[in-house]
C-alpha cells in the first residue's frame, strides 16, 4: 500500500500570499498523483490531476508539480476562498490532508 | 454536465445494513468506474470500493468483507451496501466518477470527479 504524508498539517498564511503545500509518498508514484480542496459541509472538489494538470473551471492560481515521490500545490496569491483542506490522492490512497488558514 | 445525487438512510443501529444509492445524471455511464468514498466527522477521506458499467468491483481490503457495491444501468444507478455497521461507520458517505486511466505502471492512475452531495450516516443504538 501506497503511504501518503501531507505537510504540513496546518498552514496559516494571509490573503495575497504564496501557499506551498506537499505530499509525499512512500514509494514512486511516476506522475499519477491528484488534489482536491474541501470546504466545510462540501464535498471534495478536484484540482490537479496527473500532478500537474488542473481541472476543468479551476483558477490559473493554482498548480502542481513533482514526480516520483514529492509532489507541490502551489497558491501563486491566495484568495479568501481558498481557506479550505487540501488532499492528494494516488489511485485507492488519500493522504490525511493540510489546513490552509487564515492568519 | 454530469451531477450525481445519492441517497438513502441516514440513521442506523449496530449491526444493520447501511444502503446508499447514487444516481448519475447528464453524462455517459458506460466506460467509466464509479466509487464510494467515505469520511468520519472531523478526518480525512478513505476509499471504499468502485464498480464499472459490467459490474466488475474492487473493494478496499479493510472493509471488502462487509462492502458489496452494485450497478443499475438502465437507472444510471449505482449502490453501496456495507454490513454489520458499527459506530465506527458513522461517516460522510460520498459517490464520485473514477477517471481510471491505464498506465503501463502496475501502481495505477485515477481522479475522482465529480462527487456526490455527500450523506450523512450515523450509527447509534
Known amino acids: 500500500e501506497i503511504v501518503l504524508t501531507q505537510s504540513p498539517a496546518t498552514l496559516s498564511l494571509s490573503p495575497g500570499e504564496r501557499a506551498t503545500l506537499s505530499c509525499r509518498a512512500s514509494?514512486?508514484?511516476?506522475?499519477?498523483l491528484a488534489w482536491y480542496q474541501q470546504k466545510p459541509g462540501q464535498a471534495p472538489r478536484l484540482l490537479i490531476y496527473?500532478?500537474?494538470n488542473r481541472a476543468t473551471g479551476i483558477p490559473a492560481r493554482f498548480s502542481g508539480s513533482g514526480s516520483g515521490t514529492d509532489f507541490t500545490l502551489t497558491i501563486s496569491s491566495l484568495e479568501p476562498e481558498d481557506f479550505a483542506v487540501y488532499y492528494c490522492?494516488?489511485?485507492?490512497?488519500f493522504g490525511q490532508g493540510t489546513r490552509l488558514e487564515i492568519k | 454536465q454530469v451531477q450525481l445525487q445519492q441517497w438513502g438512510a441516514g440513521l442506523l443501529k449496530p449491526s444493520e445494513t447501511l444502503s446508499l444509492t447514487c444516481a448519475v445524471y447528464?453524462?455517459?455511464?458506460?466506460?467509466?468506474?464509479w466509487s464510494w468514498i467515505r469520511q468520519p466527522p472531523g478526518k480525512g477521506l478513505e476509499w471504499i470500493g468502485e464498480?464499472?458499467?459490467?459490474?466488475?468491483?474492487n473493494y478496499n481490503p479493510s472493509l471488502k468483507s462487509r462492502v458489496t457495491i452494485s450497478v443499475d444501468t438502465s437507472k444510471n444507478q449505482f449502490s453501496l451496501k456495507l454490513s454489520s455497521v458499527t459506530a465506527a461507520d458513522t461517516a460522510v458517505y460520498y459517490c464520485?466518477?473514477?477517471?481510471?486511466?491505464?498506465?503501463?505502471?502496475?501502481?495505477?492512475?485515477?481522479?475522482?470527479?465529480?462527487w456526490g452531495q455527500g450523506t450523512l450516516v450515523t450509527v447509534s443504538s
Open positions: 464520485a466518477r473514477d477517471w481510471i486511466v491505464v498506465v503501463p505502471a502496475a501502481i495505477g492512475n485515477n481522479w475522482f470527479d465529480p
Open positions: 447528464g453524462g455517459s455511464f458506460s466506460g467509466y468506474y
Open positions: 490522492q494516488q489511485r485507492s490512497n
Open positions: 496527473d500532478a500537474s
Open positions: 464498480i464499472n458499467h459490467s459490474g466488475s468491483t
Open positions: 514509494q514512486s508514484v511516476s506522475s499519477y
